[in-house]
């Protein structure tokens, strides 16, 4: 029969939930420091139980060695000599060990208080260890606990073998409890601090939800229908995809159950927290339409699929459900999706393309001032019609001039030949006056290259061949300011009066 000693160590071993032989480990290793400090000795002392009756003996042992010059330390070594008059004659070897009684009957009141301390210590670290071992790998596991009672914005509950944390963060804004009450929650994680193991539970984790719909529904219990993401806001709103294994189950209808069953059990649970299902769907631009719902999508493209950013186009009605109350809505369908989300109203769309062609094709553009050969009255006439660039002038056509007030045949032949003065010098990158000086023909010597008749009148009557002779490039500006030289002798010799009847007839 145990003796009573034994027994009171056993039930403290139940109530602290650890082995009775780390118990009985401590209150041996207490009795051996306490002798050790009571005789002031550094031998190496150990303690025995006697299960039966109770009583702990004390022990201090000493290792053997060959002779006198092995001995390193005096205190806990002994020759074999030594050792054979200590042990009445028996035969010892080098290495062995052999101990002698400690008699404990004079501890006092201190020795015993030491023990005490020294059991209370181990007896804590081992019910540290306990509880670190019991939880550490069960993070993410639903478990249920009791609300154990309330510390400021903390809740301390208790899962049986071990207390929690709650803290703030991890509860949801919509619930509130009392002492006593049962509760489902999702153990987060397990610290070792100073004081022990902290273990930290939470109700705003997405594991919970899973769980919840697990136990409602025997469809996703049975893995009939898969929860393949879940997005949740504690409080707020929950958005999860599912998705069926079986063709003739339909895995949204699963959830939400007859008349809503289902799911608004999982509501209260969540006291009264939304709930958004959506059928999972391997398609991203199907699954981003689904995961926006209740607002109505128009289109979906991808932006970057290496770094996983969408653009969502949406009616201008829509794009405030799509977005959600404070961008709820669209926040949560990113995290479902794990995809960027860029989301747009079809006039935002349509502004931004816009800007995007007339990038494409305004490109840089001049005002019209630059073209000199207008002169001022014709410029002042196409301004006021709202012709203000280069670029705009020359993308009218003939007929659109002739509508202008004041622009005539003989005007409208005038700024075609300005235009196209202007663009042959802008291509060309020449940044010389229409009116060149004709003694740049004088320089060029005439024995550099021979150029035919043909060649030098097709060039100046602006026809040049499709396959054109190596010429110097001073030949060619050479040809290029005779033409330009006839040219503008031609439209010297318009009289002033004819210039001046058609100005007035355009005005009539």
Known sequence: MASVLYQSIELLSREKNIDPEIVVGAVEEAYALATRKYYKSQENMRGELDKETGVIKVYSYKTVVATEDDVEDPVNQVTIEDAKALADGAELEPGTEIRFYQD??????????????????????????????????????????????????????????????MPKREQSRLESFTVGERIRVVLLKVDRTAKGPQVIVSRAAPELVSNLFQSEVPEIYDNTVVIRAIAREAGERTKIAVMSRDKDVDPVGACVGMKGMRVQSIIRELRGEKIDIIEYSEEITTFAEKALQPAKVSRVSILDLADKQLEVIVDDTQLSLAIGKKGQNVRLAAKLLGWKIDIKSEEEKRQEVEQQMTGFSGGPSTPIEQISELGDSITAKLVAAGITTVEALADMTPEQLEEIPGIGEKTLERISVAVRHYFGQYEEGEARPASAEPAAVAEVPSTDVSVSEETVTEEIAGDSPATEPAIEPSIEAATEAAADREVEAAAEEVPVAEEKTDEVQGDA
């Open 104 to 165: 404990t009957a004079p501890l006092g009141r201190i020795a015993a208080q030491l023990a005490k301390q020294v059991i209370f210590q181990k007896v804590r670290e081992a019910e540290r260890d306990t509880v670190f071992n019991e939880y550490a790998h069960r993070e993410k596991e639903v478990l249920s606990a009791q609300v154990k009672r309330i510390e400021g914005q903390d809740i301390i509950i208790d899962l049986g073998k071990a207390e929690a944390r």
